[in-house]
Every structure is written in structure tokens, then in C-alpha cells.
């Protein structure tokens, strides 16, 4: 059987509906700039180190995907969890986890949020109810589910967001969770995270049902597609799914259209995509860009862009030195935290 | 020639029941299909039909006899033509051993909770239970829930999911009566989707729940390995102690009767293989009790490894409000001096008929029920070594990369100088269970077997 062409470079927004979503205030456009911001430099910072040997292992970048992560978070309140896979940097920042603990994880140093043991796919904040950080592709959806059961259980309101990529999508215990989750009425979310790449492997190459907000249809659950490269469209998008949720109706799907700038991880050779395909997501749909645009044309200054920019490149730069800096940790390590 | 209408068997692992109720009289016509009685054990009720067509001739068992034997005739048919007077020339039953179901019982031997009646056999005291401590006579079965319900008094995060633990009361009848009693909130039926709901019970675990999560049978586990291995053991040590898991895996491990490779495997090894999980695997009805309680407070992934086997057997557990037994303590079943026997769950079964077979040949074996895995209490063996000098393992599973191959190397770095003998395994025969009776039997362990191994380490 002949694989298929690579996938036409279709922009992300080209299958969403027409119309804008509603406009964002000056105060939640430069919120929803600052925390994009912060994840976009952390993850050139990132990026950076491990070219330099200083983060090992695997180490997958979020750049190109952050208006997902932070148009959810802006619809979350405290209280509500949050569940990834491996691609999990920018969901702790925006989670509010320090950059300091989760670059001093990619590191491998004491300092890090799991004390150097759980490196980048694997990083966890009870306090800021992240729940991983998970290196196994799919298993957080059922996890996620667990989640929200336990609301259910408890009979809070809280909300579980349960993210996964299109790739997840096709594992079997997606729709096993898909099943439960419905039939139980869950308060979860499934943002699918179509970055149109599993790996190497294109939607088309992948899927046979490649519009994922259909993938719980036959469990009645929900589904939108939404332009996950404008924030206020995620925003607009999580605010309805979250109402939903809260008000006892079950799971949501949210397919949200995004593109991933770099290669799957450090290691990819990218030979799957052309370079024009990236460079037209890019110039064309930036989600930083956007926003900053909209700021300017709004009359913010140029100036007060400056400083958010000074402001995120300084929490970066102290969290790379501090994750350079800190000591590995102590051999006595080895053996803590197998059981408590 | 009257047909005879045996008991039959609700299960393979049916021994005997009780005939609760006759729907026919004597004398009354029967067509093939007709419900003549009803069966009872305490897992279930069955209707008996019909597979002939006559006259119902003589009811042998009336109802309500209690514990009749699987197999015994209960009625006879008379066939069109046929008189009472025929009656005398129904068949006689077929000997046992012959039918099926309980030929695969024939040589599993009975264990014995309820009666220490080897006199010789001097059990070690049990320190969870003060003297004079009332003991109640339960079926495993009976035990494991009363574990399940007083925990689930005690604690209002504890809960139980799995496939028909609600409404069917259990697969196995082990959840029976607690959807009565706490609701279907709290105990709760899933989906066949072993992989779904594991990893389910694993995200309301880490949200702080204390899910005690049913697998029908742990072959079927094996569908929910990568939640149970990379989600629950893992994540406490990947996130520097910061987020753990507690929750109980349970139900039927290892071999039933008659139900061939799929479902007869024993998971003693995979499970404790893992850093992260603890495993328990109790043989009698007190330790099962006490066991539980402690899996399910226990703050870690637990493994909880029963047997379909002994679910109908009967012991003496103590009647205190709150028995909770030490998970990672062995316990000294039956103290000898010339050789240790090493085992747990069903594998006991074995152990303990050959150290009667032993005593009887003057070999005093020390019997060992490790009933934790993991964290193995190799103090407890390695002691009895140094006594005996000889050591034998009893496990259904297979013999390689098994829990045997694990105690022996402890034994070996820990006491090898005390070892007259090589240690040596008795387990189950290195290939997928079969189905045929004859080459089931031979694929477990036997008493025999044990006896074997034990007179061997001891040159006799």
C-alpha cells in the first residue's frame, strides 16, 4: 500500500468556523501574552541546554502549541486538575509551577519537582493540582477520568482537563475512558491536541476519523473544533466546556487545532514536513503574534510589550542558572520515595 | 432403564451445594427443558433442568439437604412405559473420579484451617490476637468481604469498582452485600474494560481516593499491566515522593479447575518483580481478613492475590473489632527441624499435606506461609534454614525467573553456609495449563511432589 503524500499544508484554522470569538479585555490579552511568552522562552531555553548536554533523555517542546494550554487555564479555577502527556512543559507553567523547579527536573537536580527522578516527561504539583507529567501515550485520558471520578465521588465541582494529542487519540484506552466517563457523567474535558504530527506520523497517515471532535460521538459525548492557535478562541471554547462540566453534564471533547514548530523531540529529523509547511504556520498564525498584534493595535505601547518581554526572559535566564547550578541529588536518593 | 439426574456443578471448583427446592413431584410428566429444582451454594442459585423426557420417578434427595456432593443422583426419570418398578434398575452412580468436574478436584486436597489436626504441628502464635480471643468459623469468601465492609465504614474515600462486584454480587460472590449496604455510589460496576478502569482507579487514587478495585480473574489484568505497572508502582518515585497511589488490586490469581492456559496463570512473579507494588497472597481465612484491611490502609499500590480455590474454604477468624494484620510478615504454619517448606496462598494446600506425609516417615518439615511477596520477610526463612538446613519452595507458577528462583537466592546469600542440600523448587510444570483433567493434574504441583523434593534435600 502506498503511503499517502504528506499531509497539504492546510492551516490549522482553515477547518474551524468562520467568525471571531469574542474579543478579550487589555488585561486578559496581556495575561494570556505573558504566560505564552514564559512558555515560548522557557522552551528555547530548554531547547538550549539540552543542545548544550545539560538536559538528558528526551525532551519534547511545546512551542507553536502555547495558546492551548494558557486559553484553558484562563477559564479554570482553583480547584480544577490538570493531566498531560509527555509534551508537558508548558502545561506546569501554566499550571503556576515554577520555571526554576520544572527546568531544574529537566536538569536532573534536587531542586527539580521531582527531585531530579522524574526528568521531563514525568513532573507532578499537588499544590497546583498537576497530576503529570505521564510517559506513556494515553494512559493519562484514563487517568485523567480517574480525576474526574473522584470529583464525581466527592460531589465538588471541580473540573479535570485531560489533555492528549492526536496521536494518543487512536489508543485503545481513550475510548474505554470515552465510555466510562460518559456513562458516569465525569467532569472531564479531552482536549485533543491536534499538533497534526504523531511523531512522524501525519493525521491522514494515522487516522481514519480525522476530525477528532467526532471521536466520542458514538459515546454521545460532545465534541468542538476549535482554533487552538487564538487564544480567545480556546478561551471562548473552555469557558462553554468548563460551564458544562460544572453543571453535571458529563465530558467534552475539545479538538483543538494547533501545530508544533519544532520536531516531536530534540531528536527528530523533521524529514515528515517541509520547512515551508512550518514556516507559513508560523508566519501566518503565531498565537504570540496574534495577541501582540491585537496589543498594538489596541495603542499598547511597544514599551510595555518590552517588559513583559524583560520580565519572562528573566525568570527564564533564573531558571536556567538555578537548574545548572543546583546539585544533583544525594546518592541517599536512590532509595527514598519507592514506597511511603 | 430409569434415568438418574445427578447434582450438578455450578462451577468447576463446585464440590457440593445444597438442593434448596423441588419444582416437580414424583409422578409428574417432564418434558427436556423443564426446571425440575433448584441448586444452591453460597456463590449462587441454578436451576436444574431436565435433559430427558418420562415421568419423574423417585426423588432421592429431598429438599433442603445441605452440602450434597456434586455428582450424587438427586432423582430418578422414568422413561414412557416405565413403571416404579423399574426403578431398581437405574444404573448405579458413576464413580467420581470418572465425571469431570470433580475428577479435577479428586486429588486437590481439602486444606485444613479449621482443625491444627496434626498434633505435632505446633503453630507459631499469632501476635495480632490476644488469648482468649472469640474465633468465628468463615468461608475465605466471607472473610475477604467482612474486609471490605469494615473498611469501607471506617473510611468514606474507600470504594469498590470492578466487572459485577454491584448488582451481581460478585463474580465470585466476594462483594456480596455490599451494594446493599454502602450503595451504588461506593461500590460500583464497570465495563468489561480492565485497561480503562484500572487506570480510572489509579487517577482517583492519586486525587486521594481509595479505590479497591476487582479484576474478575487477574489473567484479565493483564489488560491494565501498563496502568498498574507504570502508573500506580512508578509515580510516587517520579515525582519525589510528592503524589503516590493508594489502592488495592484483587481478586482469583493462579489456577482454578478447568479453565485451561488463558485463565490459570499465576501472577505471583510479575507482580513482585516490581519495585513500588507490595503483594499479598493469603492462604487461610484470618489472613485474608487481616491482610485486606492493612492493603487497603496501606498508603502504596497493593497487589492482592486470591485464590478461586480456596474462596469455599472455611477457617477460624478472631472476633476483634479491628484485625489488621502486618503486611511483609511470614507466618511458621507448622515448625519441624529437618526441612523448610516454603509457600503461600494455595501452594500452602500442598505444603501442608506433605509435611503429613513426612511426619509420617519420621521427616519433621517446618512449613513456612510467606503470605507477603513483597516486601519478602526472608528474616523468617532465612532463620528456619539455619535450623533446618534444607529448603524446598512450593508455587503454582512456573519455575523460571519464579518467586522459588527468588527465595532460593536469598537463602543462598544469606544461608548458605547452614545449607546441607541444594534448595530445591517444586511449582508448576513449564508449560501453557491445559485443559484435559489428567494433564492439568499433572501440570500443578502435588503433595506428592513436595514430598518428593523434601525427602531428596534430605537424602532420604
Redesign the interface.
Known amino acids: 500500500m502506498a503511503a499517502p503524500k504528506k499531509a497539504a499544508a492546510s492551516t490549522p484554522q482553515d477547518k474551524t468556523n468562520g467568525g471571531s470569538p469574542p474579543e478579550f479585555t487589555k488585561e486578559q490579552e496581556l495575561k494570556a501574552l505573558r504566560d505564552m511568552l514564559l512558555i515560548r522562552r522557557f522552551e528555547e531555553k530548554a531547547g538550549q541546554l539540552y543542545g548544550m548536554g545539560a538536559i538528558g533523555g528526551f525532551c519534547h517542546l511545546y512551542i507553536g502549541q502555547e495558546a492551548v494550554v494558557v486559553g484553558m487555564q484562563m477559564a479554570l479555577k482553583d480547584g480544577d ?1 490538570v ?1 498531560t502527556g509527555y509534551r508537558d512543559h508548558g502545561h506546569m507553567l501554566a499550571t503556576g509551577m515554577e520555571a526554576k523547579g520544572v527546568m531544574a527536573e529537566l536538569t536532573g537536580r534536587r531542586g ?7 526528568g521531563s516527561m ?5 499544590e497546583k493540582k498537576f ?6 501515550v494515553g ?1 493519562q ?11 464525581h ?1 466527592r460531589g465538588n465541582d471541580n473540573v ?1 482537563v485531560t489533555y492528549f494529542g492526536d496521536g494518543a487519540a487512536n489508543q ?2 481513550v475510548y ?2 470515552f ?2 466517563a460518559e ?1 458516569w457523567k465525569l467532569p472531564v474535558i479531552f482536549v485533543i491536541e491536534n499538533n497534526r504530527y504523531a511523531m512522524g506520523t501525519s493525521v491522514s497517515r494515522a487516522s481514519a476519523q480525522q476530525d477528532f471532535s467526532k471521536r466520542g460521538l458514538s459515546f454521545n459525548i460532545p465534541g468542538h473544533q476549535v482554533d487552538g492557535m487564538d487564544v480567545r478562541a480556546v478561551k471562548a471554547a473552555a469557558d462553554e466546556a468548563v460551564a458544562w462540566c460544572r453543571a453535571g453534564k458529563g465530558p467534552v471533547i475539545l479538538e483543538m487545532q494547533t501545530y508544533r514548530y519544532r520536531g516531536h523531540s530534540m531528536s527528530d529529523p523533521a524529514k515528515y514536513r517541509t520547512r515551508e509547511e512550518v514556516e507559513k504556520v508560523r508566519h501566518d498564525q503565531d498565537p504570540i503574534e496574534q495577541v501582540r498584534n491585537r496589543l498594538l493595535a489596541a495603542k499598547v505601547s511597544e514599551q510595555d510589550l518590552k517588559a513583559i518581554d524583560a520580565e519572562v526572559r528573566d525568570i527564564v535566564n533564573a531558571s536556567a542558572d538555578f537548574a545548572q547550578h543546583d546539585p544533583e541529588p544525594d546518592a541517599s536518593e536512590l532509595w ?5 | 432403564m430409569p434415568i438418574q439426574v445427578l447434582m450438578p456443578a455450578l462451577s468447576p471448583t463446585m464440590e457440593k451445594g445444597n438442593l434448596a427446592k423441588w419444582l416437580k413431584k414424583e409422578g409428574e410428566q417432564i418434558k427436556s427443558g423443564d426446571v425440575i429444582a433448584e441448586i444452591e451454594t453460597d456463590k449462587a442459585t441454578m436451576e436444574v433442568e431436565a435433559t430427558d423426557e418420562g415421568t419423574l420417578g423417585k426423588i432421592l434427595i429431598p429438599e433442603g439437604t445441605a452440602d450434597v456432593a456434586v455428582n450424587t443422583p438427586i432423582a430418578t426419570i422414568l422413561a414412557d412405559g416405565e413403571s416404579a418398578a423399574d426403578l431398581a434398575k437405574a444404573p448405579a452412580p458413576k464413580p467420581a473420579a470418572e465425571a469431570p468436574p470433580a475428577a479435577a478436584k479428586a486429588e486437590a486436597p481439602q486444606p485444613k484451617f479449621a482443625a491444627p489436626s496434626a498434633p505435632q504441628a505446633v503453630a507459631e502464635p499469632d501476635l495480632e490476637v490476644p488469648a482468649g480471643t472469640e474465633m468465628v468459623t468463615q468461608t475465605i469468601r466471607e472473610a475477604l468481604r467482612d474486609a471490605m465492609a469494615e473498611e469501607m465504614r471506617r473510611d468514606a474515600d474507600v ?1 469498590v469498582m470492578g466487572e459485577e462486584v454491584a448488582e451481581y454480587q460478585g463474580a465470585y460472590k466476594v462483594t456480596q452485600g455490599l451494594l446493599q449496604e454502602f450503595g451504588a ?1 461506593r461500590v460500583i460496576d ?2 468489561i ?1 480492565e ?15 481509595k479505590p479497591v478495585v476487582e479484576f474478575m480473574t487477574f489473567n484479565f489484568a493483564m489488560q491494565a499491566m ?2 498498574i505497572i ?2 500506580a508502582a512508578k ?10 497511589c493508594s489502592i488495592v488490586f484483587r481478586g482469583p490469581n493462579g489456577a482454578a479447575a478447568r479453565v485451561a492456559a488463558q485463565h490459570s496463570q499465576d501472577y505471583s512473579a510479575w507482580y513482585s518483580h516490581i ?2 507494588l ?1 503483594v499479598v497472597a493469603p492462604y487461610s481465612a484470618a489472613d485474608a481478613k487481616g491482610l485486606l484491611k492493612a492493603a487497603i490502609r496501606d ?2 499500590p497493593v497487589i492482592f492475590l486470591e485464590n478461586e480455590v480456596l474462596y469455599g474454604h472455611t477457617g477460624e477468624v478472631p472476633k476483634l473489632d479491628d484485625y489488621v494484620i502486618p503486611i511483609g510478615k511470614a507466618r511458621i504454619v507448622r515448625s519441624g527441624s529437618h526441612v523448610t517448606i516454603i509457600s503461600w496462598s494455595n501452594g500452602m494446600t500442598y505444603a501442608l499435606k506433605a509435611a503429613d506425609e513426612l511426619a509420617k516417615e519420621g521427616i519433621e518439615a517446618e512449613v513456612i506461609d510467606l503470605r507477603t511477596l513483597r516486601p519478602m520477610d526472608t528474616e523468617t526463612i532465612v532463620n528456619s534454614v539455619k535450623k533446618t538446613g534444607r529448603a524446598v519452595t512450593v508455587e503454582e507458577g512456573w519455575a523460571q525467573s519464579g518467586v522459588g528462583a527468588e527465595i532460593a537466592a536469598r537463602i543462598m546469600e544469606h544461608a548458605f553456609d547452614y545449607l546441607d542440600a541444594p534448595v530445591t523448587r517444586v511449582s508448576g510444570k513449564d508449560v501453557p495449563m491445559p485443559y484435559a483433567a489428567n494433564l492439568e493434574k499433572l501440570a500443578l504441583p502435588s503433595a506428592a511432589e513436595v514430598v518428593e523434593a523434601a525427602k531428596a534435600v534430605c537424602y532420604r
Open positions: 486538575q493531566i527539580g519537582y521531582s527531585k531530579g527522578k522524574g514525568h513532573m507532578f504539583s499537588v497530576y503529570g507529567g505521564h510517559g506513556i494512559a485520558v484514563s487517568l485523567g477520568a480517574g480525576l474526574a471520578f473522584a470529583n465521588y479535570a485503545g484506552q474505554e475512558s465510555n466510562m456513562l527514598t520515595d519507592v514506597y511511603r | 470504594f455510589k464497570t465495563p474494560t485497561h480503562g478502569f484500572a487506570g480510572i482507579g489509579i487517577g482517583a487514587a492519586m486525587a486521594g481516593l501498563d496502568q507504570n502508573s509515580t510516587l518515585y517520579m515525582s519525589g515522593g510528592q503524589m503516590g519495585p513500588g507490595k498508603p502504596n
